[in-house]
Nanobody, 125 residues
Framework: QVQLVESGGGLAQTGGSLRLSCAVS????????MAWFRQAPGKEREFVAT????????YYADSVKGRFTISRDNAKNAVYLQMNSLKPEDTAVYYC??????????????????WGQGTQVTVSS
């Protein structure tokens, strides 16, 4: 079994920064795609960012492009999300997701079999 544990969420002011971490443990795969999603109250879970297996390629939702940076450390089985210039609309529960066999993490939540428990990010205005 695979376990994903997010950390680093919390309260930030508009314009502030937070860094999320996701640690992967348990069964590992030779290649796996990873991504961050978020879900605000009353809304569907939405894609935030994904990164390739080597870390050389990234892709972001338009709403976070230029403000968020995704990175990964395969030696540590971890993925990170640096969030800068935070806005109140970034308030959500943030989830990391893993799917085996993908060089680049899919953009659609239903493609993922493994999820963390989520970490709350709240941005005050």
């Amino acid at each position: 079994q695979v376990q994903l544990v997010e950390s680093g969420g919390g309260l930030a002011q508009t314009g502030g920064s937070l860094r999320l971490s996701c640690a992967v443990s348990g069964r590992t795969f030779s290649v796996y795609g990873m991504a961050w999603f978020r879900q605000a109250p009353g809304k569907e879970r939405e894609f935030v960012a994904t990164i390739s297996w080597t870390g050389s390629n990234t892709y972001y939702a338009d709403s976070v492009k230029g403000r968020f940076t995704i990175s990964r450390d395969n030696a540590k089985n971890a993925v990170y999300l640096q969030m800068n210039s935070l806005k109140p609309e970034d308030t959500a529960v943030y989830y990391c997701a893993l799917e085996k066999g993908y060089v680049m993490g899919p953009l659609v939540a239903r493609e993922y079999d493994y999820w963390g428990q989520g970490t709350q990010v709240t941005v005050s205005s």
